[in-house]
């Protein structure tokens, strides 16, 4: 893989923040056997946009590069529906149904707005769902047999009770609520109110024009894994299969394979990425990423343009539930591993609130009031108001839990301190505990966060 995929004289370091650049090309490996980018704002301007690795076997990462953003399509979709409370065209608190009659179906008639964003409607999956939305990519865009499907299922748990990631079905909420209240696909409304506006390079629905720039997807490669790790993979991508199990009707799971085993060749399938797929199916780069968390850090505007107004930008940052993924609980996992699959997972009212990595920080930089979306493998764009920072990250080979960017950001908050900036700082470890997280943050990135190249090849 080529040290560099462009000249560094094509990105952008703003003085003061080369120190970024440096912890970029010294932590790059992780990329793996693909590539990515890393792109910062602050106070509405660009400090770094940095890129590197493989979009393609034999081919360089470049500017325009996009990838499969995973989940972190979700943040879009969210600020469609952010995007029409907003304009009062959707309230919260009213039932799914009043948009969406046919969906008052088989205890769903209590499920609202709310829960839908906040994945406690119980509308994790419908039956048979595998046949209507193929694993060779086609049916993602029988949007009518999705919403009957949809309509038709019948809730895991009572709406608003448990909380429980809604790994695909949210997003085909969301776009369902919002072509019955604009009369557009989610993707086109996404394009005309936020995309375009904004300029962003990233598409829900992705044009056959667009097609070339998408970098190719790598599975998660688990050998360099230690065993308790290894053993908790093994154990999530078993659960998946079953669709009797709330992670398996989660991932259409049909007893055979499910959207997780066949993740690799479903989003290397442009016929997949062309249709809209609100909950994971977004291609797009950091910079897009970052411009839209950007303007979120500005209170809705960017660059002159207001997407949202400061008030709804403020209600929907700050962390309203910090509940257990039901998906998550009775998974059996090795010890070691079940603080993770047991813990909490902060949520305002439709994005990811900040969590912490074992060693390496928190995952949205060191501000736990930061806020954002993230995605399979390691996508992530947040942004940190107080400080004024917003970060989008983005990679093609997918790691089992990111280290690269949480330790660029830091570097990234350090340098913005220096410049002066009023950033956020986290306290300090204490002495007796520091030798052993010092430790834990270099277990993390050694054994969890940098894939084996040569492995690979």
């Known amino acids: ?23 970029f090309l010294a932590g790059m490996d992780s990329f793996g056997v693909g590539g990515g980018a890393y792109c910062a704002y602050v106070d509405g301007e660009v400090v770094v946009d940095l890129w590197a690795g493989e979009a393609q076997p034999g081919q360089p990462w ?21 995007l029409l409370v907003d304009r009062g065209l959707i309230e919260l608190d009213a039932p799914v149904a009043t948009y969406w009659p046919e969906f008052a179906q088989n205890g769903k008639e209590g499920v609202l707005i709310r829960h839908v964003l906040s994945h406690t409607a119980g509308v994790i999956g419908y039956e048979k769902a595998y046949e209507v939305t193929r694993f060779d990519g086609t049916g993602w865009d029988d949007y009518d047999g999705i919403a009957a499907g949809l309509a038709a299922a019948a809730p895991a748990w009572e709406p608003g009770t448990k909380h429980g990631y809604h790994a695909l079905t949210v997003g085909w909420l969301i776009g369902e609520i919002v072509r019955r209240v604009t009369g557009k696909s989610l993707g086109t409304f ?43 993979h093994e154990v999530m991508m078993r659960e998946t299969l079953d669709p009797s199990t709330l992670i398996g009707k989660a991932f259409m799971g049909n007893g055979t394979t499910s959207g997780i085993h066949e993740l690799e060749s479903v989003f290397n399938n442009p016929t997949m990425l062309a249709a809209e797929f609100p909950a994971g199916g977004a291609t797009c780069n950091a910079r897009a990423l970052a411009r839209t968390w950007a303007m979120m ?14 008030e709804i930008v403020e209600a929907w940052s700050r962390v309203v539930q910090n509940e257990t993924d039901e998906l998550m609980v009775d998974l059996p996992v090795p010890k070691l591993a079940s603080a993770l699959t047991k813990g909490k997972t902060p949520r305002t009212v439709g994005h990811l609130g900040n969590m912490a990595m074992p060693g390496i920080g928190a995952r949205f930089g060191p501000n736990p009031k930061a806020y954002g979306a993230e995605g399979l493998g390691g996508q992530e764009g947040f942004c940190d108001v107080e400080s004024g920072i917003a970060v989008g990250f983005v990679r093609s080979d997918l790691a089992m839990m990111d280290t690269f960017q949480p330790a660029v950001t830091n570097v990234l908050y350090e340098c913005a301190r220096k410049q002066g900036r009023s950033v956020f700082v986290p306290p300090a470890v204490p002495r007796w505990k520091a030798p052993a997280v010092r430790a834990l943050g270099t277990f993390m990135r050694k054994r969890i966060g940098v894939p084996p190249v040569s492995a690979r090849r």
């Open 297 to 310: 850090a500005g209170g809705g505007a960017l660059d002159g343009v207001r997407v949202l107004s400061p």
């Open 1 to 23: 893989m080529p040290l560099l995929s462009a000249p560094v004289t094509e990105w952008t370091v703003a003085p003061g923040y080369e120190p970024v650049r440096d912890a």
């Open 62 to 82: 470049l500017a325009g590069t996009t990838t499969v953003i995973m989940s972190a399509t979700k943040g879009f979709a969210v600020l469609c529906m952010q």
């Open 190 to 232: 996404f394009r005309e109110e936020i995309g375009d506006p904004l300029d962003l390079e990233c598409w829900i629905g992705t044009p056959a024009q667009e097609m070339h720039r998408v970098a190719r997807v790598h599975k998660t490669y688990t050998g360099h894994f230690p065993s308790f790790v290894r053993k908790t």
